[in-house]
């Protein structure tokens, strides 16, 4: 069965410190991933995929995730954080072939900026 | 473009009630999913619909939900009786054509609380 693991439940950080946060998944065929993020009273938002190519993807409002297949890894990156980052930040995968449509989501990892 | 919508946004029932969450999704989206996110866990795959039709229910968890698309509109989703755990937040997403990764678009979630 399909899982995905984020490694740490919360993450703080200061205001324009970088921010690394960390996403392992299972899926030992091809594979789609994403991450996704939640601000307080909002539905998840995209901020960016990988479905194949170039392993470093750039998603939205500075956010970028590099695929490492050998290590299974999917980590989401920031070199300077704001404050307006809060939130909840989600990995999900979707395995290629037969799981149409369906996606599989680690347990949430808060990002809280701190001033 | 009015994005997926959710109603209600809480619910707070009583065991052995009956609720129905509804969710409207993007116009001209064939796809519809539900997930279910149980207070912290991981938001987990409830079913899909392509259209009308179920497409994947594997995810249901008991008899005890029911989902249905209308016209290939809006969905429902039934809890009848709801037990202590089904509470949680329900997402709906909505994506579309039929390639199983474009993107899904979620909306803001019910969020049931079953006393």
């Known amino acids: 069965a399909q899982s995905v693991t984020q490694l740490d439940s919360q993450v703080p950080v200061f205001e324009e410190a970088p921010v690394e946060l960390r996403c392992n998944y299972s899926?030992?065929?091809?594979?789609?991933l994403f991450w996704y993020v939640q601000y307080p009273n909002q539905g998840l938002q995209l901020l960016l995929k990988?479905?194949?190519?170039?392993?470093l993807v750039k998603g939205i409002n500075g956010f970028e995730a590099e695929f490492n297949k050998s290590q299974t890894s999917f980590h989401l990156r920031k070199p300077s954080v704001h404050i307006s980052d809060t939130a909840e930040y989600f990995c999900?995968?979707?395995?290629?072939?037969?799981?149409?449509?369906?996606?599989?989501f680690g347990q949430g990892t808060i990002l809280t900026v701190h001033p | 473009e009015a994005g997926v919508t959710q109603f209600p946004s809480h619910s707070v029932i009583e065991k052995g009630q009956t609720v129905t969450l509804r969710c409207d999704p993007i116009s001209g989206h064939d796809n519809l999913y539900w997930y279910r996110r149980v207070m912290g866990k991981e938001i987990k795959f409830l079913l899909h619909f392509v259209k009308e039709s179920k497409q994947d229910e594997s995810g249901m968890p008991n008899n005890r939900f029911l989902a249905e698309r209308t016209g290939g509109t809006y969905s429902t989703l039934k809890v009848q009786p709801a037990e202590l755990e089904d509470s949680g937040v329900y997402f709906c997403?909505?994506?579309?054509?039929?390639?199983?990764?474009?993107?899904?678009?979620f909306g803001p979630g019910t969020r049931l609380t079953v006393l």
């Open positions: 997403a909505s994506s579309r054509g039929t390639s199983g990764v474009n993107e899904q678009f």
């Open positions: 999900a995968e979707k395995a290629g072939g037969t799981s149409y449509g369906k996606l599989t």
């Open positions: 990988y479905l194949s190519g170039s392993t």
């Open positions: 899926s030992s065929v091809s594979v789609y």
